[in-house]
C-alpha cells in the first residue's frame, strides 16, 4: 500500500513512517485479517499471464508477491515500487533467502510514481491493495500516469476490495472495508475514507476486462485488464 498526495506517486513522509512500522508485521496482519486471501486475491490470475519481459509492482510492500509473479508469473524482470523503506528491505532479504537468480531479475525502488523515468515502459503493471489508498480525483492521476508506463497490448493485474457484486452482505463488507480504512488512518495518515471508483479510472483509458475472480465472499475481487493496440476496437483516441 502506499498513501495518497496531490501529486501523483508523491508519497507523504507520514504515510512512509507508518509502513516502516508495520513491516516487520504487515504479512502477519495480512494473513490474520483474511486468512491468507489477501495475498490469494493478488496471485490467482497469474497463470493467465503469457511470457512477460518486463513487469512494474507498485505498492510491492514485503516482496510476497514479487517473488511469487518471478517464479511462476512467467515474467523475466521486474521493478518493484514502495514508499516505505522498511517493506524494500524485508522484500531484498526475501529474495536473497531464494538465491542469486530471483534478486538479479528484480530491481527494488524506495518512493513513489516520481521514480519511474519518463521513458520507461513496461509490459505488465500489477496493483494489490494501492489504488484504493486514493480519492478519486488523485486515483484519476495515478492510473493516468502508469497507463503511460504501460505498452500498448500490455496487461493490468490488480486485486483490492470490493463491496458490490454477490457473496456477503453489501452492508457487512463495507463495515469490513470501513475497518480497514480507520485502521490505516491511524497508522499510515491516509486520508482516503472509502474505496474509489477503480472501474470509471480504469475505463477513462479503454482498459478491457480479460478475467476476474472473487474471493473471501466477495470482499476481494482480482482482475486482469489489457490496453489496446492503436486503433484496435475499443481503443481510446
Given at each position: 500500500?502506499?498513501?495518497?498526495s496531490?501529486?501523483?506517486?508523491?508519497?507523504?513522509?507520514r504515510?512512509?513512517?507508518?509502513?516502516?512500522?508495520?513491516?516487520p508485521?504487515?504479512?502477519a496482519?495480512?494473513?490474520?485479517?483474511?486468512?491468507?486471501r489477501?495475498?490469494?486475491?493478488q496471485?490467482?490470475?497469474?497463470?493467465?499471464?503469457?511470457?512477460?519481459?518486463?513487469?512494474?509492482?507498485?505498492?510491492?510492500?514485503?516482496?510476497?508477491?514479487?517473488?511469487?509473479?518471478?517464479?511462476?508469473?512467467?515474467?523475466?524482470?521486474?521493478?518493484?515500487?514502495?514508499?516505505?523503506?522498511?517493506?524494500?528491505?524485508r522484500?531484498?532479504?526475501?529474495?536473497?533467502?531464494?538465491?542469486?537468480?530471483?534478486?538479479?531479475r528484480?530491481?527494488?525502488?524506495?518512493?513513489g510514481?516520481?521514480?519511474?523515468?519518463?521513458?520507461?515502459r513496461?509490459?505488465?503493471?500489477?496493483?494489490?491493495?494501492?489504488?484504493?489508498?486514493?480519492?478519486?480525483?488523485?486515483?484519476?492521476?495515478?492510473?493516468?500516469?502508469?497507463?503511460?508506463?504501460?505498452?500498448?497490448?500490455?496487461?493490468?493485474?490488480?486485486?483490492?476490495?470490493?463491496?458490490?457484486g454477490?457473496?456477503?452482505?453489501?452492508?457487512l463488507?463495507?463495515?469490513?472495508?470501513?475497518?480497514?480504512?480507520?485502521f490505516?488512518?491511524?497508522t499510515?495518515?491516509?486520508?482516503?475514507r472509502r474505496?474509489?471508483?477503480?472501474e470509471r479510472?480504469?475505463?477513462?483509458h479503454?482498459l478491457?476486462?480479460?478475467?476476474?475472480?472473487?474471493?473471501?465472499?466477495?470482499?476481494?475481487?482480482?482482475?486482469?485488464?489489457?490496453?489496446?493496440?492503436?486503433?484496435?476496437?475499443?481503443?481510446?483516441?
Open positions: 500500500m502506499a498513501g495518497p496531490l501529486r501523483a506517486g508523491a508519497l507523504s513522509a504515510t512512509a513512517r507508518g509502513f516502516d512500522l508495520l513491516a508485521v504487515y504479512d496482519l495480512a494473513e490474520l485479517a483474511s486468512a491468507g489477501i495475498h490469494r486475491s496471485s490467482t490470475l497469474l497463470p493467465l499471464l503469457p511470457r512477460t519481459p518486463r513487469a512494474l509492482v507498485v505498492g510491492g510492500g514485503t516482496g510476497r508477491f514479487l517473488v511469487e509473479l518471478l517464479r511462476t508469473g512467467g515474467v523475466d524482470r521486474a521493478v518493484s515500487l514502495d514508499v516505505s523503506e522498511a517493506m524494500t528491505r522484500t531484498a532479504a526475501r529474495l536473497a533467502r531464494l538465491g542469486p537468480e530471483l534478486a538479479t528484480a530491481e527494488l525502488r524506495v518512493g510514481l516520481e521514480r519511474l523515468g519518463t521513458g520507461e513496461f509490459d505488465l503493471v500489477a496493483t494489490h491493495c494501492f489504488l484504493d489508498l486514493f480519492e478519486d480525483v488523485e486515483l484519476a492521476d495515478v492510473v493516468d500516469r502508469l497507463e503511460a508506463a504501460l505498452d500498448p497490448g500490455g496487461l493490468w493485474l490488480f486485486s483490492d476490495f470490493a463491496v458490490d454477490a457473496g456477503l452482505p453489501a452492508g463488507r463495507r463495515t469490513l472495508v470501513a475497518g480497514l480504512y480507520g490505516f488512518r491511524v499510515a495518515g491516509i486520508s482516503a474505496l474509489p471508483d477503480f479510472a480504469f475505463a477513462r479503454g478491457v476486462e480479460l478475467a476476474q475472480a472473487r474471493l473471501a465472499g466477495g470482499v476481494l475481487r482480482a482482475a486482469l485488464y489489457g490496453k489496446p493496440q492503436p486503433g484496435a476496437p475499443g481503443a481510446s483516441c
